[in-house]
């Protein structure tokens, strides 16, 4: 990669019969002249106009029989033009070539070119100029000299215990008991709004939710008690939730969460359902039904082999903040420099759609951002190519595959898995993006394995609350990011994705 452009006076080059002259405008920045002679196009101006007398189908003349003057009359001057672009863009190309530039997007034609001055009846000589954007040279800080801190996530005998609490559940039997007599009970519920004495509001509608009865505030819990199937009661938000249950309920209702007024509204329920989740026994069957190919016979095995899933669900965490992290480290720690005035002209007019120059300066900050990390990535993959094969694409299209279904299916040698994993893989852009992430993934390992982390312990509510409060330190960095230079950080999990949401947490029993 070459570092600047060539001081100002420039260099001349000779290319066949035209000559190409270089010179600096800026950083990074060069003006490409290309000049072509009249022996660089019209020979094969006229072999083109030759070839269309040849194919020509003109009323009053046989096929190929038309004349030559007719034929310059009716289609010359744009094959003119043609032929003399086809040999600016060939000289250009052939020069770029052979010096090896390595350029950001494509050459932009300056202002100054005319094409109204390729004119049939004067061949002459031309010129024209066009600008490029030079890619920089560069060096990655010493990996080795990075310590980014690596958490080791403790999974406690309280987390254990919610985990094993939450499977047992997760596979138990659903009962009807007749009414309501424990905190775990689970209701199905109908709610309307109404006024203090039942009315219901006009335009309301009826929305289904269902929910654990431990859900409802302390206060509230004794008045669901002895309800049964088809009782009413009327409830104030406010006062029959606590403030975290109530602000999921009221955006399931339709309402502003931060909204104290909506927090004050009165809805009558209707109980549709009575349920109660008998929990799975800690027995060999239930053991076999989470781990189906693992032999766990003892209580203290099963805790044992949740405790490790956990430990290494966590360990993926701990890897992707790490590699989040070294991915922040080199971005800022790696000076690079860029041809801004060219890049700013090229998203102007060079990009699918043209921009506004308050859309460029908006935003650039990301772009050239986005175009850092490109760059980096491209110098650590030359440097140490990363190999995808073939099997590894269709071994990530499988787990995808799983991953829709639940987990691993029983009997995942069906040959209905390979017909579908084979469909997945009929299509380009599910194989393209694999092969990128696969890459990128092997490349986030190897810069794991790089650098010297210092291993520090950390609560799984303390490693979550980091997370949280990046997520949000990120979401408000990029509000202005949405845009087609967005691009996602390595290591960047989004919450809801690899783990199970907040929502879902606090729900906890919800049903629908």
């Known amino acids: 990669?070459?570092?600047?452009?060539?001081?100002?006076?420039?260099?001349?080059?000779?290319?066949?019969?035209?000559?190409?002259?270089?010179?600096?405008?800026?950083?990074?920045?060069?003006?490409?002249?290309?000049?072509?002679?009249?022996?660089?196009?019209?020979?094969?101006?006229?072999?083109?106009?030759?070839?269309?007398?040849?194919?020509?189908?003109?009323?009053?003349?046989?096929?190929?029989?038309?004349?030559?003057?007719?034929?310059?009359?009716?289609?010359?001057?744009?094959?003119?033009?043609?032929?003399?672009?086809?040999?600016?863009?060939?000289?250009?190309?052939?020069?770029?070539?052979?010096?090896?530039?390595?350029?950001?997007?494509?050459?932009?034609?300056?202002?100054?070119?005319?094409?109204?001055?390729?004119?049939?009846?004067?061949?002459?000589?031309?010129?024209?100029?066009?600008?490029?954007?030079?890619?920089?040279?560069?060096?990655?800080?010493?990996?080795?000299?990075?310590?980014?801190?690596?958490?080791?996530?403790?999974?406690?005998?309280?987390?254990?215990?919610?985990?094993?609490?939450?499977?047992?559940?997760?596979?138990?039997?659903?009962?009807?008991?007749?009414?309501?007599?424990?905190?775990?009970?689970?209701?199905?519920?109908?709610?309307q709004e109404a006024d203090p004495e039942g009315n219901s509001v006009e335009g309301s509608q009826t929305k289904e939710n269902s929910l654990l009865v431990k859900y409802f505030s302390e206060s509230f819990r004794p008045q669901l008690m002895g309800k049964k199937k088809a009782d009413e009661m009327i409830l104030r938000l406010s006062e029959a939730f606590d403030s975290r249950e109530r602000a999921w309920i009221m955006q399931d209702l339709g309402l502003d969460k931060e909204s104290s007024a909506d927090a004050e509204k009165y809805f009558r329920l209707v109980i549709t359902k009575v349920g109660f989740v008998e929990k799975a026994e800690l027995d060999e069957s239930f053991f076999k039904k989470i781990y189906p190919s693992r032999e766990i016979q003892t209580a203290e095995a099963f805790r044992e082999a949740v405790r490790e899933d956990m430990g290494a669900q966590w360990k993926v965490q701990a890897s992707s903040q790490l590699q989040h992290t070294i991915y922040h480290k080199l971005l800022d720690g790696t000076k690079v420099e860029f041809p801004e005035s060219f890049l700013k002209r090229w998203l102007l007019n060079g990009g699918e759609k043209p921009k506004t120059p308050e859309e460029v300066e908006k935003e650039f900050p990301a772009f050239v951002n986005a175009l850092k990390w490109s760059l980096i990535t491209e110098k650590i993959s030359t440097e140490n190519p990363f190999e995808v094969s073939v099997e590894e694409v269709r071994g990530a299209a499988r787990r995808q595959l799983f991953s829709y279904l639940g987990g691993l299916p029983q009997g995942d040698e069906q040959p209905w898995v390979e017909d579908y994993t084979n469909k997945m893989l009929l299509d380009k852009r599910f194989v393209d993006e694999t092969y990128q992430r696969l890459k990128t993934d092997k490349m986030m390992s190897w810069l794991e394995s790089r650098v010297n982390p210092v291993d520090q312990e950390i609560s799984a509510e303390e490693f979550t609350k980091l997370q949280e409060e990046h997520d949000h330190h990120h979401a408000e960095e990029h509000t202005h990011d949405e845009h087609e230079h967005h691009h996602e950080e390595p290591g960047h999990v989004h919450r809801g994705q690899e783990e199970h949401s907040d929502h879902e947490h606090q729900h906890g029993g919800r049903i629908h």
Request: one cysteine or more; a negative charge.
């Open 1 to 191: 990669m070459r570092m600047t452009g060539f001081p100002a006076g420039g260099i001349q080059k000779n290319i066949c019969m035209g000559t190409v002259t270089r010179e600096n405008i800026g950083l990074l920045n060069d003006k490409i002249t290309i000049k072509i002679e009249r022996n660089d196009y019209l020979p094969s101006f006229e072999k083109a106009l030759k070839e269309y007398g040849r194919k020509a189908n003109i009323p009053g003349f046989r096929k190929g029989m038309v004349p030559p003057g007719l034929i310059k009359k009716m289609y010359g001057s744009s094959v003119f033009t043609d032929e003399v672009l086809k040999s600016l863009e060939k000289k250009l190309t052939d020069y770029m070539s052979s010096e090896h530039l390595d350029i950001f997007a494509q050459p932009l034609p300056l202002p100054e070119n005319d094409t109204r001055q390729i004119n049939m009846g004067q061949p002459e000589d031309y010129s024209f100029a066009f600008e490029v954007g030079l890619k920089p040279q560069f060096q990655l800080p010493d990996l080795a000299s990075l310590s980014p801190v690596r958490y080791q996530i403790l999974v406690s005998d309280e987390m254990l215990n919610a985990e094993i609490e939450r499977l047992r559940v997760k596979n138990g039997t659903m009962t009807e008991p007749e009414s309501v007599s424990s905190d775990d009970h689970v209701l199905n519920l109908s709610f």
